[in-house]
């Protein structure tokens, strides 16, 4: 819907139509949690930034229950399934937008298909989630360590109702290292989360989840696996499929097929480190991606920036953020990297309400160039990582991220700010 | 401090002798606010990071009550006023450092030097305010809208006193644009301060200021004016002052004269986009000075990197910061400056506790060189600041801070960061 809205402001004579399978368009996905904790009033539609009415009323032909079926890059058309009349016809393109999203990733288990096995993608999903919680729902399994997943273990939790995270590994949010995982983990417990790490879920039954460890009794179940591209639509089409599955995209957000373009979580990016293709579903990459195809769309020309995987959660009071590479991510892209760890506070330490913070830095030998970093503290502390993300986007050594000029003032931290407290020890290991 | 302990570390065999007018060592000025207001419990020994017993115990010859009162460069001596005993005398040096200070501005008025008339500067004037504030001082005015002032208002408040800033402009905070020190202003009536903006102090009486519209009754005056250089020592001894009457300094920290050298709120620093001498009083600036100038002491080579006076003051749950330069100061700097503003809020929208805030950045017409920054809205947002920071030492345009891949996530911000909304709002403008 972005590209749609910036086809319409930069081509205002330009027909746009929108294929949408269900029903709502332009809604914050992130806000699943907030809204079935509770914390955000107002049910599902809190989270609807802009209706099919009100794009309709800008110009845009959005057709809701429209199921894009099969697209012909050849003839140039795409084959569509009207729900609400039963009948399947073809319409005609001249430039093609693949929007097709990501999918809850559904391992192939006995009983995944099973009715209270959930993902939380749609608004459809966060109506039933948001109906379970109201309705008393009350034992909750969780499948998987992602964020979304903790995200809703602590929102059924303000529920009243009892959430058991099952993780294969020994610790949850697999994309930072184990350390940080194990605080995350910590937290979770500590607010009333059940946390089973090292735990394989065997499949489902009605009433319960069947684990390595035995079953586990569930009235719902979660999934918290992480995110798939949607591009069995694109693949089926002939649109070349790369890095994990991802539509392959050029940063004008051109897919390999002329007139075709992919924006969103079907869609690759580029990593800012590496160069290399990466996927990584974010909400701000999906706004990102629609904005650039849109404009060229309509004969525009902008490039989508490279990206480095910067991410932030607030978990049980706790704010943990990520960006660029870990170490080990680092050294799998064939970087000789080392990192710097410290810990402090948030407030200059004569306060007593001082909250801890610690702070990892990787850097690449020899050369000191900042590769990526991990924050884990309160929530306004996890997002000093934007500091550190413009550092690397900016190719800065730690030496020169160590000599910035952060703000100071004691009710936000010791006269040196926990990322130069951080440069600073990892200029000693470079 | 800094500098001696730097010495220390990379010299342990030589002689380091530190003379202190006063009786206390490595303390946080800027605390004193806290301590005066209560946040801040154990008094203003909570302050002291260490004590001249503690640097005596590393080694450190720390001197107290022994004020510095000549400085012979050519003879390579100080003249010493040993208070204790009553006597001077010559201590020969081969290394001097000049770490004299700041002192409050204190305007030549009548009633200037009466004993209800304090400084904020020294943990001597912190015992004073916090002992008045615990004897129940009824009436406090502020002179001046600096932000020790402002700070120290609050602080009077929540000790059960009234509190009234007296200050010539219309608005506090004269280094801010004069809406966002409106917007102070008006925080700070809501917080029970009273303002009197473009009011004149015209001199002082036993219980009373005298002011343009009249007298004001007072238990106690604070000044918060701002902070001059204390240069008088080292401009008596023919070393070179320059900017605001700052101790000019390279960027070694070395002064115009061989073998002295100079650190903190007494020396010049400079600018780093406009490459100007520059005197900003800062703990930051002062701490990192004393770090350059002690390692360049002991014989090390290190540099002092140019400054942005990043700050940032929390008053009354209110968040303020500023980098770089405003608008004014880049027009009054030579450069064809704008400035964009945005307002938005540091939550997604469908949260009910989100809270405003306001980013104003200031870059170069054509070029779109980003040259500052100023934020106001809760205290989190403000440090955002620390993102600009780092772009304008990047030397970053507004549009690739518009492409920053900042961390979102509901209970942050909407989708885009505000530093990168108002950087899309200032590339409209370039």
Known sequence: MTAASRIRGAAPDDEIIVLEAGRFTSYSACGIPFVVGGVVTGGVEALIARSPEEHRRRGIDVRIHH???????????????????????????????????GAPIRPDLPGINLPFVRGVQSLQDAEVLLGLAEQGCHRVVVVGGGYIGLELAESFIERGCTATIVERQAQPLGMIDADFGQRVAAALVGHGVEFRGKVDVEGFEPGQVI????????????????????????????????????????DRQATSVDGVWSAGDCAASTHLVTGQPVYIALGTYANRHGR?????????????????GTAITKLCQLGIAITGLTERAAVDAGLDAFSA?????????????????????????????????????????AKRIDTVATAITAGMTVAQVADLDLAYAPPFSSVWDPVAVAAREAIKLV
């Open 67 to 101: 199921e894009a079926m099969a697209i012909d890059t050849g003839a140039g058309d795409v084959e569509v399934l009207d729900e609400g009349a039963g009948r399947t016809f073809r319409l005609g393109y001249d430039q093609l937008l693949v929007a097709t999203g």
């Open 211 to 250: 684990t390595s460890e035995g079953p586990l009794e569930a009235d719902l179940v979660v999934l918290g696996i992480g995110v798939r591209p949607r591009s069995e639509l694109a693949a089926a089409a002939g649109i070349e499929i790369g890095v994990a599955d991802a539509i392959t995209v050029d």
């Open 292 to 308: 650039v195809a849109g404009l060229n769309m309509a004969g525009g020309e902008l490039r989508s920036p490279p990206v480095l």
């Open 341 to 381: 760890t410290i810990d402090t506070t948030t407030k200059a330490g004569y306060f007593s309400d001082a909250e801890a913070v610690t702070v990892r830095l990787t850097a690449e030998r020899d050369t000191g160039r900042l590769l990526g970093a991990q924050i884990i503290g309160s929530d306004s502390a």
